[in-house]
């Protein structure tokens, strides 16, 4: 049994998933505990895996027994197991902040929702934890079809702009697609590890190259890198708000796995740093995505708008911190794999709080909010601070790794696109606190609200935006812990430049 | 120049793929309707799949089942088409249809608010609101 772990993660939710829609035609109360229950399972043997996978370094899974190069092999190492841990854990916690919001903005669609909702987190964990390039895209494509499935089921604008990022997310699918064809073109292999031994004798073909640039553009599609991510703020703006906190801090976070994983394991450090020389050319475009997100996030009036444009910067810090090529600057980027996805959980549950409440996140009617909600705009400021990378909370630490990075490898226009990021993310927030915490409260009746007196989030809501943002400031002070027992190992082994 | 129409006639199933990939990227591209845009996005996965069955392909060879066996002598890999991108492209397939059911669906959801699928007056809809 314990050595199904990683199969289980994935297969459980998928099962719970079937379920679901089935007991969704004869008792609709039924789904929500139901996903409950394959969540908590899929996050409970994820953080075993982790405890496994932090002893003996390696955990490998073949499905059906065939061996790897033929079959499909799951090959755990320390990164998957923390962002397999990450995604589950995230995505259990906003299950339950959630439930209100959902039984409120889809009624009568909770089977649909739910089974989407598990149907989405079975391709999110395939992707992290799969160690064959065509069984990725397989689940790539599962995950952003339930994507656009749970972006769509809103009111609005939502359809059109699910249908947008349907039409852009599949043109990335399809370049990722031809670029693991061009790689089975020259090696006859899908599987990572093996595809990683063969390669090295043809570094300088240019089908290998043609295969990295297409995997690139077609996973930067995926994860809104700049200048691609023109789909990101529709989509997940207008999405419901329980979706828009599910797949916010989860889809991109994972596309940047995908991408280090890519780096790491299949073409190689060597490769992408030294043959190919695009260190350079992708952190000055990462240091333009940083500025373009921050500088559009200041022009937004809605709060979540401004949160999708954040996360565009945000995207620029991993993504040119994995490719400054030093240990400082990976180590960096995988950090904030793992804090960005909390705290833009943290920022999105907030925002759905108060979407609850107020029925409108326009930054006008923010007004006075702090008297009326206290403890969820306290988590927002922990959000705020942990964004802008005050310490003692967790987007400090990664910031810290990111900019001693940008030093070492004598990238300072990264260094200064990180630092304006921050100082824009301070007048960001700060106009925030201040409307809230200064201005008058304006009742805004006819608006659904009209009687009922805007007051504190229900407990459901609030107890994992709590446990979350705590959750910030504790990862912060284990920074030290996971880097040393959980990146540091890893990096060691895939022979990253020193 | 003989070794350039060599270049381009030798590699022709690369070419129609590419052609194919072209006018499916022009539609989604230049389409106003987004049906037609959605037909733009068919025609680039399928350029794509099309690509992979190709690269299957051995001249002289056949599909790849043993009528007797493989007997003492082993199988000669030259005989036969390699099956697995093919069976790659059945998933694919499937991708790409459920992809486009989807796709139909939102357009539905999009007809039934706006009651067009034209894109310009979509937009012109969404700046008047």
Not at chain 1, 256 to 263: E, G
Not at chain 1, 335 to 344: K, P
Not at chain 2, 105 to 119: F, P, Q
Request: charged letters at 10%; aromatic letters at 12%.
């Amino acid at each position: 049994m314990t050595n199904h772990y990683p199969a289980l993660i994935v297969v459980l939710p998928l099962l719970f998933a079937f379920v679901v829609s089935g007991v969704a035609w004869v008792k609709k109360s039924l789904c929500f505990p139901l996903t409950i229950v394959g969540m908590g399972l899929s996050a409970g043997l994820s953080v075993c895996l982790l405890g496994r996978v932090a002893t003996t370094g390696l955990v490998e899974y073949r499905m059906g027994g065939w061996e790897t190069p033929w079959g499909i092999g799951y090959h755990v190492d320390y990164l998957n197991a923390l962002v397999v841990t990450v995604v589950t854990v995230l995505a259990f916690i906003n299950l339950i902040a959630t439930r209100k919001n959902v039984v409120e903005e889809t009624p009568e669609k909770a089977g649909a929702f739910y089974s989407l909702y598990l149907l989405f987190i079975v391709g999110l964990t395939g992707i992290v934890l799969t160690g064959d390039l065509f069984n990725l895209y397989v689940l790539l494509e599962v995950a952003s079809l339930t994507s656009y499935a749970l972006i769509g089921m809103g009111n609005g604008r939502a359809p059109m702009s699910a249908l947008n990022y349907l039409f852009v997310g599949t043109v990335g699918g399809c370049f990722y697609l031809l670029g693991v064809g061009y790689l089975y073109i020259m090696t006859g292999s899908l599987n990572m590890v093996d595809v990683a031994t063969l390669l090295p004798q043809m570094y300088h073909s240019s089908a290998v190259v043609m295969a990295f640039i297409f995997c690139l553009v077609g996973v930067g599609i995926k994860m809104a890198f700049f200048p691609l991510h023109m789909w990101l703020p529709n989509a997940y703006g207008f999405a419901p708000t329980a979706v828009g906190s599910l797949i916010a801090p989860l889809m991109t976070k994972v596309m940047v796995y995908v991408l280090i994983r890519l780096i790491l394991t299949v073409f190689s450090v060597d490769f992408a740093f030294v043959i190919l020389k695009m260190g350079d050319p992708m952190v000055w475009l990462s240091s333009l995505a940083i500025v373009a997100g921050a500088v559009f996030a200041l022009a937004q009036k809605n709060l979540k708008r401004m949160f999708c444009y954040i996360i565009v910067s945000e995207i620029g810090y991993m993504m040119g911190g994995a490719w400054l090529g030093n240990n400082t600057g990976m180590t960096g980027a995988i950090l904030h794999i793992f804090n960005d996805a909390i705290m833009t959980l943290c920022l999105f549950l907030c925002a759905g709080s108060i979407y609850y409440r107020v029925r409108g996140l326009e930054l006008d009617r923010l007004k006075g909010l702090f008297s009326k909600m206290p403890v969820t705009m306290a988590c927002l400021v922990a959000g705020a601070l942990s964004i802008i990378g005050v310490p003692p909370t967790c987007g400090f630490f990664s910031k810290w790794y990111l900019i001693s990075g940008g030093l070492e490898a004598g990238q300072y226009g990264f260094v200064a696109a990180l630092l304006f990021s921050s100082l824009v993310n301070v007048v960001l927030f700060f106009r925030v606190i201040e409307i809230s915490y200064y201005g008058d409260f304006e009742d805004h009746h006819g608006h659904g609200s009209s009687g009922e007196a805007v007051m504190e989030a229900p407990a459901s809501m609030l107890v994992p935006l709590l446990i979350v943002s705590i959750g910030l400031i504790v990862v912060g002070l284990y920074t030290g812990g996971i880097v040393n027992h959980l990146i540091n190992p890893l990096l060691l082994k895939q022979g990253f430049l020193g | 120049m003989s070794d350039l129409v060599v270049t381009l006639l030798g590699k022709y199933n690369y070419w129609l793929c590419v052609i194919l990939m072209m006018i499916g990227l022009y539609a989604m591209i230049a389409k106003n309707n987004l049906i037609k845009k959605l037909v733009g996005m068919n025609i680039f996965q399928t350029s794509i799949i099309l690509f992979y069955v190709s690269i299957g392909c051995k001249k002289g060879a056949t599909i790849s089942i043993l009528e007797h066996g493989a007997g003492h002598h082993g199988v000669d890999p030259t005989h036969y088409i390699n099956p697995l991108p093919h069976v790659l492209m059945l998933t694919a397939i499937v991708v790409s249809v459920s992809t486009f059911g989807v796709a139909l669906a939102l357009a539905i959801k999009v007809y039934r608010k706006h009651k067009t699928l034209e894109e310009d007056e979509i937009l012109m809809q969404l700046r008047s609101e």
